[in-house]
Structure formats: C-alpha cells, structure tokens
C-alpha cells in the first residue's frame, strides 16, 4: 500500500500538466473575477463565493480528464487486477494523490484570496474547510466520469458527473449564508464530511467496476 501511495505521487509529480494546469486556471478565473465587474469594485464580495465554488468545480473536472487513461493505455490498470491487488483501494488513493497535490493548493489559493476580496480573516479561514472537502467531493465524482467515458472523450463524463456535483454546489452556497448570519454552521461542515465518507467508499468501488468492464 505504502509503495502504491509513492508511485501514485510519484507519478503525478511527473505529469507537470495534469497537476499544474488546474491550478493556474483556478488562479485565472479568480484573477479574472475583479477585472471583469468594475461596476462592484467596492462590493467585490458580493459574487465572490460563486466564482470560487464555481472554480473549484472547472479545476477539479480539469485534473480529473486524464486520471485513469495514462495508465488504461499502459496496461498498469489491467496489471492491477491481475494481481488480485485491491482495485479500488487503488483507485482511492489515486484520488487522494490529486487532492493532495491539486485540491489542497487550490483551497489554500481559495482562502488567500477570499481573505484578499472580503478582508476578513475568520470568514476566509472558515471557507477553507469548506474548499478541502467539496474540492474532495468534486475529484471522486469527476473520476467516476472519467472511468464512464474512458476512450471515449472527457466530455462525456462531465455530462454524466455534473448533475451529480450541483447538490454540493447548493450545500456550498447554504453553508456560506449559514457562516455570515452565524447559524448552524457547524451543521453544513458535518453534512459535507458525511456525503464524502460515504463517496469516498462507494466512488472507488463503482470506478474499479467499470475499468474491469473496459479491460475486458
């Protein structure tokens, strides 16, 4: 397991493209968001939230396009099951590897500037918790789109996955009204973390299905 971890990090380490990219178009849609509404420059927090949950989701989508098709054309997935090793134990920590490296920049890139447009620091630093876990949310179900439309173009799976990832879009902006009237929450934190322990199992196992029926 230890040695599947470093050659996931490894190997994502290598891809500069897959992890770099999504990160600087996460810093050109924020960068872009105060260029483009000179008329709010004073009120600038009014929209910023959507923008940065909207962000979060394109960049998410972007890391995942090639997730799994270096190594379906490798043969490193059908190596995986041949060995009987546990598939979507695999495909987790595969995952993780991109949260790790993609996810967690970009949410710390999402409380810098959050606290840069509101100036204030208690709201900024409660919006990363928030950032980590639905940035989480948005890699596991982008991968399932990813495993759906495997050789057959990514936009098919974000077809496939984005009615899936409105519902924590909703959560995200309810969790945002609930932290500035100081209500509940606490409550909209536990939801998020509950809807991610479940992902967390159900998503791998529904992604080692469906690349064992694209190997075979």
């Known amino acids: 397991m230890i040695n599947l971890i470093r050659l996931e990090f490894l190997k994502l380490r290598k891809k500069t493209r897959s992890w770099l990219g999504p990160i600087i178009v996460f810093l050109l849609i924020m960068i872009a968001y105060p260029l483009t509404v000179e008329f709010l420059q004073e009120k600038l927090e009014i929209g910023f939230f959507s923008v940065l949950w909207i962000a979060i989701l394109i960049s998410m989508m972007l890391a995942t396009e090639d997730i799994f098709t270096e190594d379906f054309n490798d043969g490193f997935l059908e190596l995986m099951v041949i060995q009987n090793s546990s598939f979507s134990l695999g495909v987790s920590i595969k995952v993780f590897a991109y949260w ?86 606490l409550s909209f934190i536990l939801l998020l973390l509950g809807s991610l322990s479940i992902i967390i199992v159900i998503i791998p196992l529904i992604v080692s299905y469906i690349i064992k029926a694209h190997l075979e």
Do not use: C, R
């Open 100 to 185: 790790f490296l993609i996810g967690v920049p970009v949410s710390f890139l999402g409380f810098i500037f959050s606290y840069g447009t509101t100036g204030n620091f208690s709201l900024s630093i409660s919006i990363f918790p928030l950032a980590l876990i639905s940035s989480y949310i948005f890699l596991n179900l982008f991968a399932l789109g990813n495993s759906l439309s495997l050789n057959k173009g990514s936009v098919l799976g974000a077809i496939v996955t984005m009615p899936l990832a409105l519902p924590v879009l909703i959560v995200l902006g309810k969790s945002l009204t609930a932290l500035q009237l100081d209500i509940n929450f």
